[in-house]
Structures are given as structure tokens and as C-alpha cells.
């Protein structure tokens, strides 16, 4: 994904409706996306805000459970290339077969994260985490 991609993240409206375009925007942005979800910090909890592809029941989850509860409690994006291989997998979908999880921070701290489902095992590079890192910063000033 090359910066461009992320054109469609630039000034997006507040509120839901903006969240709701960005994670369209960043499922469109690689036909190995299958669902894109955008998850808000609440205190100790992820909460759903919008999402692009295949819904899920995961609306809210607590800071330390799952790949995306992991990736707050070590301040750190997860990828993970065989979702069946990792214990803290909460399945959305029975197609997913990998995953990878991205911080959004804003003065510092964490606000959000964008968590990526793909059905393509070991969908997602480094230079994946870095590119939707670059998209992290541009959607940070939604949450």
C-alpha cells in the first residue's frame, strides 16, 4: 500500500460517519482486507465503532483479552499470521485466517486501533503494519 492509498482518509467529517468512511476506505485499500473493524478505548475496554466487511458480536472487549485486548496491554501492533495458532484469538469469522492490529494514539496515549481480518493466511508484512500505521495517525483525530 503505497501513501496514496490513504488519500480518502484525509479530511473526513467527525463522528461515526467519518469512522464509518475510514474503515471503508482502509478495506478497500488491499483486496486481502476482508473486514476492517475500528475500535474505540473506553477505560478498560475496546469499544466498536464502525466497521467495513463482516460484522461481528465483538462490540466491546476488555483491555488484555484477545489479539486486539493484547495489543493494548503491550502497547504494541500484533500481527498474526495463522489466527488458529494463537491462544488470545477471539474468531469473528470462520473464513479469517489471519489478523493484524494496529494502535491509534493521540498525545501520547492510546485512543483506538484498527483490527484487520484477512482470509489469505499471513496476509500482513511489516511494511502492512507500517503503511496502516500512517493510516493510524490520519483517523486519530476521530476517536
Known amino acids: 500500500m503505497t501513501d496514496t492509498a490513504w488519500e480518502p482518509l484525509r479530511d473526513l467529517p467527525w463522528g461515526i460517519t467519518g469512522l464509518e468512511r475510514a474503515a471503508q476506505a482502509i478495506r478497500q485499500a488491499s483486496s486481502r482486507h476482508t473486514s476492517v473493524y475500528l475500535y474505540g478505548l473506553e477505560g478498560d475496554t ?3 465503532r464502525a466497521f467495513s466487511g463482516r460484522p461481528t458480536e465483538h462490540t466491546r472487549i476488555r483491555v488484555g483479552e484477545g489479539v486486539c485486548g493484547r495489543a493494548v496491554a503491550r502497547g504494541a501492533a500484533q500481527v498474526i499470521a495463522d489466527v488458529a495458532s494463537d491462544p488470545d484469538y477471539i474468531s469473528c469469522s470462520l473464513g479469517t485466517r489471519s489478523e493484524c492490529v494496529v494502535l491509534v494514539q493521540r498525545e501520547g496515549g492510546v485512543v483506538g486501533q484498527i483490527d484487520i481480518d484477512s482470509d489469505t493466511p499471513a496476509a ?3 511494511d ?12 486519530a483525530p476521530l476517536f
Open 46 to 48: 475496546l469499544v466498536l
Open 124 to 126: 500482513f508484512t511489516t
Open 128 to 139: 502492512d503494519v507500517s503503511s496502516l500505521e500512517d493510516a493510524a495517525e490520519l483517523i
